[in-house]
């Protein structure tokens, strides 16, 4: 066994700590510096993270790999396990394929108050959380590092945000803590009925089913957990504290959240909250679609009102995360599979519409969508990017967008054995409206600002200028991904589908009839 | 799954049909080429596209003329698998319908060559055919023959299948299905190559004159091969998901032309308006072809789903539904009433792109798709077997809808935007009634007569700068003579003048009405044609008349006109354009400098014409039927067209056997009184448009004086007050009221419960501070203190320091504790 | 010794006891209450060879002697103090000896 199989996952998690405690070391107006070496520490922790995924076996996706199981906290019975299997590999990909680009973004973007060290520091501590809980195996560690994520990002929102960052970053933390808060009790609800001793995720599946667990009780365990993950997601109606958080955060920010730390509750859904308790997701499975119908047509006709390019966008999220859970309230491997590149594909092209976003605000100093305008005849190249990833968010087929909704819409057809295939077959033609909808708001957004000529205002404004060094360098591999996976998306499919396949087959056998 | 070379059989595809894929690749590569050095290429860039498109063109002639020997080797094989079937018989006397049954309950899964390979002991009717030579040669085990009479056919040829050439590679995967993406070769995707490659070369010929010095013409001419390519890929999809998928883009590509002047607004308004109205259609193919999936065992194989659905392996409710949210799909994409107002729209993009996407192919996608899935709507509306289904009474309606609209349009390419609707119309009706072959028919002659009907009206624009008919146009056949007349042999095979291609066509949807379906057939769709055709003839006399006789209405050389419709733009361009004076315009254009009279257009304009204008003459006649009053006609050269491009095999319906819906497919027989009619209806149609343009004749003003006329024509000059409801009230509604409702709603209700919570929070929290912790807590805390301060003081009295005293409460301690003690115990 | 005898010897405890704690809590001479302190010491004597001798045992006895001893140095060291309070104070008189008052 060589220290990548043993070692890698733990190496990677923490080597942006490392980073940071580097940096740590440097007087705090070194700003090159602090640059370089959160640059660094991001390509390394990418490295190791490569070569973790390099050495991974694809043939066998629906196992554990790269297990890692030592003594953690002996009192509670937690252990220090981290492993991955089909499910984490493209959310761990996204999420080291993320930070780098959104650092070199940082280049020469950096919000106000400047002060790149702590920023950068934050970024990494960030890191180390995305990826703890994409690799975390017990639910303790999963727990504490899904928290880990809050604490930068507050800080991230309330200190470089925009003018209302305060409501926002508390709005933030103390919505999603409320939820965490749940989802913890739930936790240790589980441990306590299971007998107290393990957290493990993998035993506590095991152990939830030879046991008889009542079926009130878990329906209750799972509602807790599903407040966790539901506001992470967000699903309406936990929405809320999204648009600001998104809207105030810094364009950095707004692109971590949306990229990865909402998939942080979706995953959380498909690895924690299905294959424990699988007789309660499926009670729960109506409901939640019932939500993410909602959400779908509800993120649109939001969006259509909205009068702020940046928050136009957060609400989409919530429209295309929506997509994401009726994939996964199917409880088929259709749908698991969907939700699954929905994630990446949601990370991908809303992650890129938060980067231009920004760039836009950098140049035009606005975001009002009517002030905006001509972004073609004014920036031509960065009107090309804009159109590309609207037609991507749309869920164009060809491009990554597509294969997140259209294989959701279709499980919901025929949802998994045991859920109401009417009900579902209703959400599958709401489901189906929602994209004519995704297509008005995001060509209208596009026509307000990509078409037409430029406002007066702007027309010789020296500011506005075309797509840099910087921004290349963070959008090209954003760019060709999302065409990639457009086009060849069985190289995600693939990945995902052998632990998806164990998850659907785990839910069946359990709720088996 | 089905390999090329299993699916060929014995028959070997040529090198060209195996390979075809490689036509849409080589646009997609056109594409990402154009628009990755056409900057620096500047008016060459369009170089790139005219040779990857000539060079797909001539692969495609290629592709058809290897079908053709394709086609003629699978007859011939099938001729001597007749004759390997008769000596078998010969030996084995079992009853050959056992046989296939056996066959077919061994493999439910066989595709679509296996489950043609129907054995019937006709070998009287197949002696004739045989051909001796290759009598004992292989016996392909796919290629099998029906040799019957051909009653049901009507034309005498064998029954033989003729397997598509497929190919195909892993998409992505699901469980441990995997799902392909290849290229499915047939009759109709070989025409269609044909087609589409063909104009598709023209129209990029053509447009290096027209939207030459464009600003973005490097863009223009890179979108123009992605189109290709989506289009081209989309003939050739193997499977529903490739085809929704390059449906999706070839709507793409449509909303990047038609916005292709985006910085003005009505233009961008046009373009969001083709994508959205195809997206509401959308949500029916999405839906459909997820019915389909499901119903078919999770599969998205073309050729499976419509082998299962003429097997009646899949519920007819199944099939119904689905057909009925598919025909949503074609309503948006092939323009049929109620979901057409985006094409006339559409006509806001450039004149070339409206003859390439609008006319002649983009839009045809819908009626090319109902062709490809013809098992399903087949079974479905149970079109053999009704007198009247959704498909023929969309198609009916669009028909004479479009007509209607197409009298009061003042702006040319509206005229033809219409015409356009109604043709397809024809096709979509044609489709309905069970003619399928007149259908895919028309498709082909249509492509090629509208084409140069829209270049045409491309031509005449690019010489007087305006699309208005009525003030800027008339007379023009003075200045453009050969424009004029390409333009009016193309508007005569519209018409369906006899022997103008689309004479033939027409007349054969018209005899499909009447001959094909139930009982009480189609009749009611034949009026509807017929009526059509009569609309067709007058308003395309009027377009003439208004545009090439009468007055020079024009208005002065270089100043803009708009027209009196919504469509004000494109001319801005055209003028602007020649004024850019850069060499190559020069050259041709000599108006450049000489602002005088239009004049006929340049060379790269008039040859496309030429060739479609030749084409609308003579592509009638590749289908042209030797039944009926035309029976003397050589069978050899009758048919063609249905003979090559017409599916054999189980995905298709059958000629011979009954479906599950008890129908079978029929060629209807050329009807000389049909044929004679619809001509005089065209005439008819003809004679009065000229009687009330050119002569004045007629009740002119009625509009003004009667009420009930003016209604009529404010109804149709509001277009039936569809986009008053779709822009207006839906759209407007949506964007409007509703979002701002749920913006509303998230802002106050949800936002202020969680805000509400978060202030009750801190409202609570100051209670809590204020009372309880300052108060309570704090209290408890303090007052713990004081009490025992004040239990001191209180204690401290008994501190006498008195030794008695003491004792005197100890005892008496002692005395209750013991009392208790003693009580308890 | 039966129980009526052993009932009358406890009876005589008893009222001893009680005089001496009178004496105790009421009387103010020191002398006094040293004295009472005596008759509770000998009431409890006079239980312990009363119940030794009704069980037969001598350890009763051994206890009181015990106590009878303990008791001389008790009212000995006792007799000092009340002497040594005597002389620095005049008076014998508890109510006036109250330093451990708080």
């Known amino acids: 066994?060589?220290?990548?199989?043993?070692?890698?996952?733990?190496?990677?998690?923490?080597?942006?700590?490392?980073?940071?405690?580097?940096?740590?070391?440097?007087?705090?107006?070194?700003?090159?510096?602090?640059?370089?070496?959160?640059?660094?520490?991001?390509?390394?922790?990418?490295?190791?993270?490569?070569?973790?995924?390099?050495?991974?076996?694809?043939?066998?996706?629906?196992?554990?790999?790269?297990?890692?199981?030592?003594?953690?906290?002996?009192?509670?019975?937690?252990?220090?396990?981290?492993?991955?299997?089909?499910?984490?590999?493209?959310?761990?990909?996204?999420?080291?394929?993320?930070?780098?680009?959104?650092?070199?973004?940082?280049?020469?973007?950096?919000?106000?108050?400047?002060?790149?060290?702590?920023?950068?520091?934050?970024?990494?501590?960030?890191?180390?959380?995305?990826?703890?809980?994409?690799?975390?195996?017990?639910?303790?560690?999963?727990?504490?590092?899904?928290?880990?994520?809050?604490?930068?990002?507050?800080?991230?929102?309330?200190?470089?945000?925009?003018?209302?960052?305060?409501?926002?970053?508390?709005?933030?933390?103390?919505?999603?803590?409320?939820?965490?808060?749940?989802?913890?009790?739930?936790?240790?609800?589980?441990?306590?009925?299971?007998?107290?001793?393990?957290?493990?995720?993998?035993?506590?599946?095991?152990?939830?089913?030879?046991?008889?667990?009542?079926?009130?009780?878990?329906?209750?365990?799972?509602?807790?957990?599903?407040?966790?993950?539901?506001?992470?997601?967000?699903?309406?109606?936990?929405?809320?504290?999204?648009?600001?958080?998104?809207?105030?955060?810094?364009?950095?920010?707004?692109?971590?959240?949306?990229?990865?730390?909402?998939?942080?509750?979706?995953?959380?859904?498909?690895?924690?909250?299905?294959?424990?308790?699988?007789?309660?997701?499926?009670?729960?499975?109506?409901?939640?679609?019932?939500?993410?119908?909602?959400?779908?047509?509800?993120?649109?006709?939001?969006?259509?009102?909205?009068?702020?390019?940046?928050?136009?966008?957060?609400?989409?999220?919530?429209?295309?995360?929506?997509?994401?859970?009726?994939?996964?309230?199917?409880?088929?491997?259709?749908?698991?599979?969907?939700?699954?590149?929905?994630?990446?594909?949601?990370?991908?092209?809303?992650?890129?519409?938060?980067?231009?976003?920004?760039?836009?605000?950098?140049?035009?100093?606005?975001?009002?969508?009517?002030?905006?305008?001509?972004?073609?005849?004014?920036?031509?190249?960065?009107?090309?990017?804009?159109?590309?990833?609207?037609?991507?968010?749309?869920?164009?087929?060809?491009?990554?967008?597509?294969?997140?909704?259209?294989?959701?819409?279709?499980?919901?057809?025929?949802?998994?054995?045991?859920?109401?295939?009417?009900?579902?077959?209703?959400y599958m033609v709401v489901a189906a409206i929602g994209t004519v909808l995704a297509a008005g708001y995001l060509l209208w957004l596009y026509q307000r600002t990509a078409f037409g000529t430029v406002k007066d205002e702007f027309v010789d404004d020296p500011n506005i200028h075309d797509v840099n060094g910087p921004e290349w360098i963070a959008w090209t591999p954003l760019l060709a991904l999302i065409l990639i996976l457009g086009v060849y998306p069985n190289l995600l499919f693939k990945v995902s589908d052998g632990s998806i396949v164990n998850v659907a087959s785990q839910i069946a056998a359990a709720t088996g009839n | 799954m089905f390999g090329a070379a299993e699916a060929a059989g014995a028959v070997e595809p040529g090198f060209l049909l195996e390979n075809a894929y490689v036509v849409p690749l080589v646009m997609a590569a056109s594409f990402v080429l154009t628009l990755a050095i056409g900057k620096r290429l500047g008016k060459h860039a369009s170089w790139i596209g005219i040779v990857s498109i000539g060079f797909c063109f001539l692969f495609a002639v290629g592709v058809n003329v290897q079908w053709y020997g394709y086609v003629h080797d699978s007859e011939h094989a099938a001729e001597s698998h007749?004759?390997?079937?008769?000596?078998?018989?010969?030996?084995?006397?079992?009853?050959?319908?056992?046989?296939?049954?056996?066959?077919?309950?061994?493999?439910?899964?066989?595709?679509?060559?296996?489950?043609?390979?129907?054995?019937?002991?006709?070998?009287?009717?197949?002696?004739?055919?045989?051909?001796?030579?290759?009598?004992?040669?292989?016996?392909?085990?796919?290629?099998?023959?029906?040799?019957?009479?051909?009653?049901?056919?009507?034309?005498?040829?064998?029954?033989?299948?003729?397997?598509?050439?497929?190919?195909?590679?892993?998409?992505?995967?699901?469980?441990?299905?995997?799902?392909?993406?290849?290229?499915?070769?047939?009759?109709?995707?070989?025409?269609?190559?044909?087609?589409?490659?063909?104009?598709?070369?023209?129209?990029?010929?053509?447009?290096?004159?027209?939207?030459?010095?464009?600003?973005?013409?490097?863009?223009?001419?890179?979108?123009?091969?992605?189109?290709?390519?989506?289009?081209?890929?989309?003939?050739?999809?193997?499977?529903?998901?490739?085809?929704?998928?390059?449906?999706?883009?070839?709507?793409?590509?449509?909303?990047?032309?038609?916005?292709?002047?985006?910085?003005?607004?009505?233009?961008?308004?046009?373009?969001?308006?083709?994508?959205?109205?195809?997206?509401?259609?959308?949500?029916?193919?999405?839906?459909?072809?997820?019915?389909?999936?499901?119903?078919a065992g999770q599969t998205f194989d073309i050729i499976e789903i419509n082998t299962l659905a003429n097997t009646g392996d899949i519920t007819h409710t199944a099939l119904l539904v689905a057909s009925l949210c598919l025909l949503a799909a074609v309503m948006s994409k092939s323009g049929q009433f109620i979901l057409h107002t985006w094409l006339p729209d559409a006509m806001a993009g450039p004149t070339p792109v409206s003859a390439l996407i609008h006319a002649a192919t983009m839009v045809v996608a819908g009626v090319y798709m109902v062709a490809r899935m013809y098992g399903v709507f087949w079974n479905g509306l149970v079109i053999g077997g009704s007198s009247i289904n959704a498909l023929a009474v969309v198609g009916g309606l669009t028909v004479l809808g479009g007509a209607g609209l197409a009298f009061v349009q003042s702006d040319i390419k509206k005229v033809l935007a219409y015409s356009t609707v109604s043709q397809l119309g024809y096709m979509v009706m044609a489709l309905g009634v069970g003619a399928w072959t007149a259908a895919l028919f028309h498709l082909f002659t249509h492509a090629f007569f509208k084409a140069g009907l829209f270049l045409g009206s491309g031509s005449v624009a690019h010489a007087v700068h305006s699309f208005d008919m009525k003030k800027d146009m008339g007379g023009m056949k003075q200045f453009m003579p050969k424009t004029f007349w390409t333009f009016v042999i193309c508007t005569a095979a519209l018409i369906g003048i006899f022997p103008f291609a689309g004479f033939w066509s027409k007349d054969e949807i018209l005899a499909g009405a009447s001959q094909l379906g139930g009982d009480g057939s189609y009749t009611a769709f034949l009026v509807v044609g017929s009526i059509g055709a009569l609309m067709t003839a007058a308003y395309m006399t009027r377009c003439i008349y208004l545009t090439f006789f009468g007055e020079f209405r024009g208005a002065h050389h270089g100043e803009v006109s708009h027209g009196t419709?919504?469509?004000?733009?494109?001319?801005?361009?055209?003028?602007?354009?020649?004024?850019?004076?850069?060499?190559?315009?020069?050259?041709?254009?000599?108006?450049?400098?000489?602002?005088?009279?239009?004049?006929?257009?340049?060379?790269?304009?008039?040859?496309?014409?030429?060739?479609?204008?030749?084409?609308?003459?003579?592509?009638?006649?590749?289908?042209?039927?030797?039944?009926?009053?035309?029976?003397?006609?050589?069978?050899?050269?009758?048919?063609?067209?249905?003979?090559?491009?017409?599916?054999?095999?189980?995905?298709?319906?059958?000629?011979?056997?009954?479906?599950?819906?008890?129908?079978?497919?029929?060629?209807?027989?050329?009807?000389?009184?049909?044929?004679?009619?619809?001509?005089?209806?065209?005439?008819?149609?003809i004679g009065l448009a000229y009687a009330w343009y050119f002569k004045g004749l007629g009740p002119h003003g009625i509009t003004q004086r009667n009420r009930l006329a003016g209604v009529g024509h404010r109804i149709l000059v509001n277009k039936y007050y569809f986009d008053h409801l779709y822009t207006g009230i839906i759209a407007g509604g949506v964007k409007g009221p509703v979002a701002r409702a749920t913006n509303w709603f998230n802002k106050h209700i949800l936002d202020g419960v969680v805000d509400g919570v978060g202030k009750g929070a801190v409202v609570g929290g100051r209670f809590v501070y204020e009372t309880i912790d300052q108060k309570v807590v704090d209290g408890a805390v303090n007052g713990s203190g004081y009490a025992a301060e004040g239990g001191g003081q209180v204690f401290r009295i008994m501190q006498t320091g008195k030794v008695q005293q003491y004792g005197a409460i100890l005892f008496a301690a002692t005395v209750v504790l013991a009392g208790i003690f003693i009580v308890v115990i | 010794m039966d129980d009526l005898m052993l009932n009358q010897f406890l009876l005589l405890s008893a009222i001893l006891f009680s005089t001496g704690v009178y004496g105790v809590l009421a009387k103010r001479n020191a002398v006094i209450v040293l004295m009472s302190i005596e008759l509770i010491l000998n009431a409890v004597n006079i239980n312990l060879v009363a119940f030794g001798a009704h069980n037969g045992t001598i350890a009763g006895s051994v206890f009181a002697l015990f106590v009878i001893a303990v008791a001389a140095a008790e009212v000995g060291v006792g007799l000092a103090m009340v002497l040594v309070i005597y002389r620095n104070r005049k008076s014998v008189d508890l109510d006036e000896v109250a330093q451990m008052k708080g």
């Not at chain 2, 023959?145 to 003729?162: K, L, M, R, S």
Request: with cysteine; proline share 5%.
């Open chain 1, 1 to 426: 066994m060589d220290f990548i199989q043993d070692w890698g996952l733990t190496a990677m998690v923490f080597a942006p700590l490392a980073g940071v405690a580097i940096m740590m070391l440097f007087p705090k107006d070194a700003d090159d510096t602090h640059k370089v070496l959160a640059l660094l520490t991001s390509l390394v922790t990418a490295a190791i993270g490569i070569a973790v995924l390099a050495d991974f076996d694809y043939d066998d996706t629906g196992s554990l790999q790269f297990l890692r199981d030592n003594e953690w906290i002996n009192v509670i019975n937690s252990r220090f396990i981290l492993g991955i299997d089909g499910l984490s590999v493209p959310l761990i990909a996204l999420t080291l394929l993320i930070t780098p680009l959104v650092i070199a973004y940082s280049w020469n973007h950096f919000p106000e108050p400047h002060n790149p060290k702590a920023f950068l520091s934050l970024i990494l501590v960030l890191h180390t959380g995305m990826l703890g809980t994409f690799v975390a195996q017990d639910l303790i560690l999963f727990f504490v590092f899904f928290e880990v994520v809050l604490l930068p990002m507050y800080f991230m929102i309330g200190v470089w945000g925009g003018p209302e960052r305060q409501y926002a970053s508390i709005k933030f933390f103390l919505y999603t803590l409320f939820g965490s808060a749940l989802m913890l009790l739930s936790f240790l609800a589980l441990f306590f009925l299971t007998g107290g001793e393990t957290f493990s995720m993998v035993e506590l599946a095991e152990r939830v089913q030879g046991m008889d667990i009542a079926r009130t009780t878990q329906l209750i365990v799972f509602g807790g957990m599903f407040m966790g993950f539901a506001i992470k997601v967000p699903m309406f109606p936990f929405h809320t504290w999204l648009p600001d958080a998104h809207t105030q955060a810094p364009t950095q920010g707004s692109v971590i959240l949306a990229a990865v730390l909402l998939k942080l509750g979706t995953y959380g859904f498909i690895r924690v909250a299905l294959p424990i308790l699988p007789e309660a997701a499926q009670s729960w499975a109506p409901w939640i679609g019932g939500l993410a119908v909602i959400g779908i047509i509800y993120g649109a006709l939001g969006c259509l009102a909205q009068t702020d390019m940046k928050r136009l966008i957060a609400f989409s999220s919530v429209a295309h995360m929506g997509y994401t859970m009726l994939g996964i309230s199917t409880l088929t491997d259709f749908g698991l599979n969907a939700a699954v590149f929905g994630m990446v594909a949601h990370g991908l092209i809303t992650g890129m519409l938060f980067f231009i976003a920004g760039s836009v605000k950098e140049r035009y100093h606005t975001l009002e969508i009517k002030r905006l305008g001509g972004l073609l005849v004014s920036a031509p190249r960065l009107g090309w990017i804009l159109g590309f990833c609207t037609m991507a968010s749309l869920g164009l087929p060809g491009l990554a967008g597509f294969w997140g909704e259209f294989p959701a819409i279709l499980a919901a057809y025929q949802p998994a054995e045991g859920l109401p295939v009417e009900l579902f077959r209703g």
């Open chain 2, 82 to 295: 007749a004759e390997d079937g008769e000596e078998s018989h010969g030996d084995d006397t079992e009853d050959p319908a056992e046989d296939e049954d056996a066959a077919r309950a061994e493999d439910p899964e066989l595709p679509a060559g296996d489950e043609g390979a129907l054995v019937v002991p006709a070998a009287e009717g197949a002696g004739p055919m045989v051909d001796g030579e290759s009598a004992s040669a292989r016996g392909p085990p796919t290629v099998a023959a029906v040799a019957e009479e051909g009653e049901g056919g009507g034309e005498g040829h064998a029954e033989y299948t003729i397997e598509p050439v497929t190919k195909s590679v892993t998409w992505w995967t699901n469980g441990t299905v995997e799902f392909e993406v290849g290229m499915l070769l047939d009759g109709m995707a070989v025409m269609m190559l044909f087609v589409v490659t063909l104009i598709s070369l023209l129209v990029h010929v053509f447009s290096t004159d027209y939207v030459a010095g464009d600003r973005r013409y490097t863009h223009y001419f890179a979108f123009l091969s992605l189109f290709s390519a989506a289009m081209l890929g989309f003939v050739m999809s193997q499977n529903t998901l490739q085809l929704i998928t390059l449906w999706e883009l070839v709507g793409v590509c449509s909303f990047a032309l038609i916005g292709h002047w985006w910085e003005e607004k009505p233009n961008s308004d046009a373009a969001l308006k083709a994508f959205l109205t195809n997206r509401v259609g959308d949500v029916g193919l999405l839906v459909g072809m997820i019915i389909l999936f499901f119903a």
């Open chain 2, 565 to 685: 419709e919504d469509h004000p733009v494109e001319e801005d361009h055209l003028a602007a354009d020649s004024g850019h004076g850069d060499d190559l315009e020069a050259a041709h254009d000599p108006h450049a400098g000489d602002h005088g009279l239009p004049h006929e257009s340049g060379p790269r304009i008039l040859v496309p014409l030429y060739i479609l204008a030749g084409l609308a003459i003579v592509a009638g006649f590749a289908n042209i039927p030797n039944s009926g009053a035309l029976s003397w006609w050589p069978e050899d050269f009758a048919l063609v067209f249905e003979h090559l491009f017409e599916p054999r095999g189980g995905y298709f319906p059958s000629l011979t056997e009954a479906g599950p819906t008890g129908a079978v497919f029929a060629h209807p027989k050329f009807d000389i009184v049909i044929a004679l009619s619809s001509t005089l209806l065209g005439l008819l149609g």
